[in-house]
């Protein structure tokens, strides 16, 4: 039953993926990144879009690639979204110098050529968070082959698959601060279900509710 698709409706239609873009966002970065990655938040900060999700990351923060990740997929953070872009596009181009929106712009690209070597064939991304861009898109079939790449990284696998988080103390915030999961299958609420095991969510106006989720 190995990649066996069991039941599908409409799965190369495209549609708009919302937060879901974040599945692909983690999996490209953690191409470059090992866990103790340093990220600091930066001016690309100033790129998150009014009306945006946030992990309230705040400039000259420090977290680790692992922390970021937390901020990336619980709360569903643009902020930490454009973070990892920015840190990643220069790390990978071995351009320092690139400014914020260069930085981005190489990471999205990193991204549609990752999207294509796992056999996306109606998938093309312009920004590392999901908000709405009609040339931002994916289908139904697309995102199960970028999610079985997600789910490789068992860091990954960890976060989307509780609820809620601490992070630890960083240099702006000796305290820590909370981060929470938005996956109500995972939630004692009525769309609960025990054999879920994790999974990530999104919303936009033009998107409406999309999700992505895994049991066993």
Do not use: W
Not at 15 to 35: D, E, F, G, I
């Amino acid at each position: 039953t190995h990649n066996t698709v069991l039941y599908s409706v409409n799965a190369d239609s495209r549609c708009y993926p919302a937060s879901l873009t974040k599945l692909m966002t983690a999996a490209v970065a953690s191409r470059y990144c090992s866990s103790e990655t340093v990220f600091t938040v930066g001016s690309e900060i100033s790129l998150v879009q009014f009306g945006s999700s946030l992990a309230h990351l705040e400039q000259g923060q420090q977290l680790n690639f692992s922390a970021m990740l937390d901020a990336l997929l619980l709360p569903s953070g643009n902020d930490a979204a454009y973070v990892i872009a920015a840190r990643v596009g220069r790390l990978a181009s071995g351009d320092e110098s690139l400014d914020d929106t260069a930085a981005v712009s190489y990471f999205c690209d990193l991204m549609n050529e990752r999207a294509k070597t796992l056999g996306c064939t109606n998938t093309h991304f312009v920004n590392p968070n999901g908000l709405h861009d009609p040339d931002h898109y994916t289908s139904a079939h697309d995102m199960a082959l970028i999610s079985r790449e997600a789910i490789q990284n068992p860091t990954f696998r960890e976060i989307t698959g509780c609820t809620e988080y601490t992070v630890a103390s960083t240099n702006l915030r000796p305290e820590g601060f909370p981060l929470s999961h938005k996956h109500q299958m995972l939630m004692y609420t009525k769309y609960h279900y025990d054999a879920c095991i994790g999974g990530k969510t999104g919303y936009t106006s033009e998107a409406k509710n999309t999700l992505v989720t895994y049991a066993e």
